[in-house]
């Protein structure tokens, strides 16, 4: 058994698809109509393109519960989903030009920095840097 | 202020207090990042820190949830991937690296990565083509 795909939940899976390619700098893997408009919609990491994928799913749009915890999660700033980063302030700082909202500014915490920013698609993302 | 970072102040303060020794525990670790390919020796290590060596084991593992031996055989097999991506034969990576046995290095390597290291390079270089 091994993890191949982990998934992230988005309102909208174009737009989720422009932000986590163009802004954060994923690479499209796999886009699988599915009908009705959905898509098996999967990223890799650039630096790790044999790794697992991220799974762009519209979980949301046809699952109420799903859409109720999503919101929960947001409202209270929650980050359900984690990436690794070498600089947490320099991906900041790169981000903000891209006009990206951070809840949480990089802040160190023990052995670890982390910030947290608004993905447009309903979820909070945490930079995680291993100081 | 969310709720989510109020939590990691007032979690911060509870399990990361003592900042001096957290210091010396991320030194350690940056000095195995930079000495990766070297033998591990915990009483140099642990003499740099002015703490035992026991100490330091069971610090390391508290803050980073992993010996620094753990810690150093997956540093080892990340750089090792690094180097087979960049086309350095299997024998050499492998002594790049700090293991000092062929056999040793793709037995650990299958068991971390899931495939030999011939294999691996194979794969990365074939998608490298593509």
């Known amino acids: 058994m091994k993890v191949s795909v982990l998934s992230i939940p988005v309102r909208d899976q174009q737009k989720a698809l422009e932000f986590y390619t163009e802004k954060l700098g994923f690479i499209k893997k796999r886009d699988v109509p599915l009908g009705e408009g959905n898509r098996w919609l999967t990223l890799v990491s650039k630096e790790a393109q044999d790794g697992p994928e991220v799974l762009l799913e519209p979980a949301p749009n046809h699952f109420e519960p799903s859409k109720v915890y999503q919101d929960a999660l947001m409202e209270a700033g929650i980050p359900y989903t984690q990436f690794n980063v070498d600089d947490v302030q320099k991906e900041y700082e790169r981000l903000i030009d891209l006009e990206v909202q951070f809840s949480v500014k990089p802040t160190a915490m023990g052995t670890v920095k982390v910030a947290v920013f608004n993905d447009t698609c309903g979820n909070n993302i945490q930079l995680v840097q291993e100081l | ?130």
């Open chain 2, 1 to 130: 202020m969310t709720f989510y970072e109020k939590e990691i102040h007032r979690i911060g303060r509870i399990v990361y207090a003592n900042q001096p020794q957290i210091n010396a525990i991320i030194r350690t670790r940056q000095y195995l990042d930079n000495n990766y390919e070297s033998d591990l020796n915990l009483d140099v290590l642990a003499n740099a820190q002015s703490i035992s060596k026991y100490h330091l084991l069971r610090l390391f593992k508290k803050y980073y949830g992993l010996t620094p031996a753990q810690y150093v055989i997956d540093k080892r097999i990340e750089k090792a991937k690094e180097h087979l991506v960049d086309g350095m034969s299997v024998t050499e990576t492998c002594f790049a690296v700090g293991f000092e046995s062929l056999g040793s290095f793709s037995t650990l390597f299958k068991r971390k990565t899931g495939k030999s290291p011939y294999k691996y390079q194979k794969e990365q270089l074939s998608r490298s083509m593509q």
